[in-house]
């Protein structure tokens, strides 16, 4: 090579180097941060007696959602973040995944951290992954996650790290350590608490991450999810608290916010804070029967209710062109895909059919959403297994422009919200400490199979006003048909006999 070549090598050289960095520096850091059963009142923005001063300052100088949307089970939420398509599209509009049905999200999905590093971004994963795990092929390393350090099934114990499941299929229990680093089993944790471990995996990430490269990190706590498990010292303040499970979901609260807090200070403190974006996000609304709180909203968790579908969520960034206000745009959780692929320079050319939108400039600038309709979901197999007792009528199958009115089903267009079938409990759960409010329960009318609420002037969903607006309910019900006309058949096998621990005393992959 004579030096002319050398030195346009040279010259080129450089100028690749210099365009990887400005791209580099261009492209932000994205953390996203899901929060397991936690309820609409537990944070103390929405007046709640638990104190989250990391998460009340954060969402402050953000954007606090407050017309945020999730599904009301673990499954269904992950799912649509992961695919950005509504779970009628993958069949996996039914329940959970338990630990030993052999199915995961659709192999021939493109999953976001797939995208994302397709846009050249390092992906990390640390928690819970729940979207499947009877083959190698489901696990996060193979949907593009760059490393894994988490559990694979729903729940567990928070300082075992064991999962008991009964199958009753199959009549039998089994128990087995469920943590994962990578594709191994991760041993020697035993006695760390699960918020706590999480948090110093993420944070010992971030402090290693190089600012050159972006970083695209997913972090699902286990934390509010019941077992109600938690280190004394963070019960301590909420001694002023008398029902017992609640005082034990405050302290997992707390450690909760302080896990946040730690994450957000590494940010900080590697340098990549300035170029970040942080969403904090619940998966589904609180369990009631665990402590969780959604008060004022209507239902719980697994119910299409307000209280089961309405989410705590919030944006955190210097990035954000108005930071510091509260957005009541229509967002959704299968929004989050799209706009980060958006944010991240990359494409979705290589997925499904998006149902999600990109929200940034809604989210940064305040601009309206471009999503005016919101599918809750049609699941037909739906049995109410709630022990919430509520229900005044008998469902029977009746067909109603197109749409059998009996299934399970809920739908969001513009202010109004139409659901049904049954939508799961039905009561509205009193502010905690204040039992005299559920009198207020036994005043509501019987149920109907079809149910009309203009939910932004009645987001506890009081007034039911299908009778007044008949054109609306036929609208919308002619969008359920035709949502359900695109609806993959609904994948939810028996439990697998060749699903067992065995030896390994591991849950993991078995086929």
């Known amino acids: 090579m004579d030096q002319t070549q050398w030195v346009y090598s040279l010259i080129v050289a450089v100028f690749l180097r ?6 580099a520096a261009r492209q932000p850091h994205i953390v996203f941060i899901m929060a397991d059963d936690f309820g609409w009142h537990d944070v103390g923005y929405h007046g709640s007696e638990i104190r989250t001063p990391n998460l009340d300052k954060l969402s402050a100088g953000g954007v606090r959602l407050e017309n945020y949307y999730i599904q009301p089970l673990c499954t269904p939420s992950r799912n649509q973040l992961m695919t950005g398509r509504y779970q009628i599209h993958t069949g996996m509009q039914h329940e959970v995944i338990w630990p030993c049905q052999p199915y995961c999200v659709p192999l021939d999905e493109k999953l976001l951290p797939q995208l994302m590093k397709e846009a050249g971004y390092a992906t990390h994963m640390v928690g819970k992954w729940h979207l499947g795990m009877y083959k190698k092929d489901c696990l996060p390393t193979r949907r593009g996650f760059d490393t894994y350090f988490g559990y694979l099934t729903g729940a567990e114990n928070y300082y075992t790290h ?89 302290g997992m609260v707390s450690a909760m916010d302080e896990a946040v807090g730690n994450i957000t200070l590494a940010l900080q403190q590697a340098g990549l804070w300035e170029n970040t974006i942080l969403v904090f ?12 709180s959604n008060w004022p909203l209507r239902g719980r968790k697994f119910t299409l209710w307000e209280g089961g579908i309405r989410g705590v969520g919030f944006v955190a960034s210097p990035l954000l062109k108005q930071p510091g206000t509260v957005s009541h745009e229509l967002i959704h959780i299968s929004d989050w895909l799209p706009t980060f692929v958006g944010l991240a320079g990359g494409s979705t050319n290589g997925t499904k059919p998006l149902d999600g939108f990109n929200v940034w400039n809604t989210i940064s600038k305040g601009f309206a959403s471009p999503r005016l309709e919101l599918l809750h979901n049609i699941d037909p197999l739906y049995v109410d297994e709630d022990p919430c007792h509520d229900k005044e009528h008998r469902l029977t199958t009746r067909v109603q422009s197109g749409f059998n009115v009996s299934i399970h089903a809920a739908i969001r267009s513009s202010n109004w919200k139409l659901l049904t079938g049954y939508p799961g409990c039905s009561k509205w759960f009193p502010r905690p400490g204040n039992l005299s409010f559920m009198s ?58 060749k699903c067992d621990p065995g030896p390994s005393g591991v849950w993991g992959p078995w086929a």
Do not use: W
């Open 440 to 497: 207020k329960s036994s005043q509501v009318a019987p149920l109907k199979t079809v149910m009309l609420f203009d939910i932004e002037k009645d987001p506890e969903e009081r007034n039911e006003v299908s009778a007044q607006f008949p054109t609306v309910v036929e609208y919308l019900l002619s969008r359920l048909y035709s949502y359900q006309k695109t609806a993959e058949p609904v994948n939810f096998p028996a439990d697998d006999r």
């Open 162 to 250: 064991n999962r008991c499941y009964h199958s009753h299929s199959l009549n039998r229990t089994r128990c087995a350590l469920d943590l994962q680093d990578g594709e191994e089993a991760a041993t020697g944790y035993k006695g760390v608490y699960s918020t706590e471990l999480f948090s110093q995996r993420v944070t010992s990430m971030i402090e290693k991450h190089s600012s050159t490269k972006p970083l695209f990190l997913y972090v699902a706590l286990q934390s509010v999810h019941s077992p109600l498990q938690v280190p004394e010292r963070y019960v301590a303040p909420y001694s002023f608290i008398s029902d017992p499970h609640r005082r034990l979901y405050a």
């Open 18 to 23: 210099s365009f990887h960095l400005v791209l």
């Open 281 to 292: 996000s619940t998966d589904n609304g609180g369990q009631t029967q665990s402590g969780g």
